[in-house]
């Protein structure tokens, strides 16, 4: 990128995973630099697990007057690794720019998902935010991979957004940034590679007729033909010889899709399950552990 051009930047995550607050600490760091910048989100009623988008622009030299979305980004960074075959995050991704993953997968893997002419930077933020966090947040993380992979903003710039924002948690948010910085694997993809061909859904938009005032028509009970379980990028995982059978886990359920099965033990249907984690928290004899989704 050219010495003044503004930078665009488009981050994909689910809610919850801070998507907003990282791109609203990098538009600090980037003011703390002396720059113009500016970030928002793009959600609607969604909950913990559902599908957002946030962005950036940065400017080393003048004002920033756009107020859109960025919808021609230089820099994606996808949060969650389940959204790379969910949804087309390199949509608009300009030649030249970079493409930085959240994944457990190796570089030369997910390189044969995209075609195109990008920077390719891939990094295990969750892993790492679990160990140093406690918890699967990995915004922070992946700014350690943003800075190093497109250098947008500089790492020296983070740490006073990072301790108005976090506090104490500060240091252990920093540690993090740093990980990730000294973990990403960068590397290129090329036009015309083996990229894996594949439909994204594109919601409908509901017909005039189908409106009311502030809200679409639906009917009753409609909810169970919508599937939401591909929200999650964790899911619950009972160990039987620990679970008593209590039912604490369903009552606390914000989805209620936890049943008691035939044998008395309690299962998730992932068909609706968010991977929020509320069960696991909550279960007493620490039955249920939070798989990381294949």
Same mark, same amino acid.
């Given at each position: 990128? &050219?010495?003044?051009?503004?930078?665009e930047?488009?981050?994909?995550g689910?809610?919850?995973?801070?998507?907003?607050t990282?791109?609203?600490?990098?538009a600090?760091?980037?003011i703390?630099? *002396?720059?113009?910048?500016q970030?928002?989100p793009?959600f *609607?009623?969604?909950?913990?697990?559902a599908p957002v988008?946030?962005?950036?622009?940065?400017?080393?030299e003048?004002?920033?007057?756009?107020?859109?979305? #960025?919808v &021609?980004?230089?820099?994606v960074v996808?949060l969650?690794?389940?959204?790379?075959?969910l949804?087309?995050v390199v949509d608009?991704l300009?030649?030249?720019?970079c493409?930085?993953?959240?994944?457990?997968?190796?570089?030369?893997?997910?390189q044969g998902?995209? =075609?195109g002419?990008w920077?390719l930077?891939?990094?295990d933020? =969750?892993?790492?935010?679990?160990e140093l966090?406690r918890?699967n +947040? #990995?915004n922070?993380?992946?700014? *350690?991979?943003?800075?190093?992979?497109a250098g947008a903003?500089k790492m020296?710039s983070?740490t006073?957004p990072?301790?108005?924002k976090?506090g104490a948690r500060?240091?252990?948010?920093?540690?993090?940034?740093? &990980?990730?910085?000294?973990?990403t #694997?960068?590397?290129?993809i090329?036009?015309?590679?083996q990229?894996? #061909?594949?439909t994204f859904?594109v919601?409908k938009?509901?017909?005039w007729?189908?409106?009311?005032v502030?809200?679409?028509v639906?009917?009753?009970?409609s909810t169970?033909?919508f599937c939401?379980?591909?929200w999650?990028s964790?899911h619950p995982v009972?160990?039987?010889?620990?679970c008593i059978k $209590?039912?604490?886990c369903?009552?606390f $359920?914000p989805?209620?899709? +936890?049943n008691q099965q035939?044998? *008395?033990y309690?299962?998730?249907?992932?068909?609706?399950?968010?991977?929020?984690g509320?069960?696991?928290q909550? $279960?007493?004899?620490?039955a249920?552990k939070m798989?990381?989704?294949?």
């Open positions: 990128m &050219k010495q003044g051009d503004t930078i930047i488009r981050w994909h689910r809610g919850g995973q801070g998507a907003v990282s791109a609203d600490l990098t600090m760091s980037a703390h630099e *002396g720059k113009f910048a970030a928002f793009s *609607g009623p969604e909950r913990r697990g988008l946030a962005f950036n622009r940065i400017s080393a003048h004002p920033i007057r756009v107020r859109s979305g #960025v &021609k980004p230089d820099i996808v969650d690794p389940g959204l790379v075959t949804i087309n608009g300009k030649p030249g720019g493409l930085i993953v959240n994944s457990t997968r190796s570089i030369e893997d997910l998902e995209f =075609s002419d920077t930077a891939v990094v933020a =969750s892993s790492i935010a679990r966090l918890v +947040i #990995v922070t993380t992946m700014l *350690g991979a943003m800075i190093k992979t903003i020296d983070l006073e990072l301790e108005e976090f500060a240091k252990a948010n920093l540690e993090a940034c740093h &990980k990730a910085f000294d973990t #694997v960068i590397g290129k090329t036009v015309g590679g990229k894996k #061909v594949r859904a919601a938009q509901p017909t007729s189908e409106l009311l502030g809200c679409a639906t009917d009753v009970g169970k033909r939401t379980g591909d999650k964790q009972w160990d039987d010889k620990k $209590c039912g604490i369903s009552l $359920c989805e209620f899709c +936890i035939k044998d *008395g309690f299962r998730s249907n992932d068909f609706y399950c968010k991977g929020c509320i069960c696991a909550e $279960c007493w004899t620490q249920i798989v990381e989704e294949a």
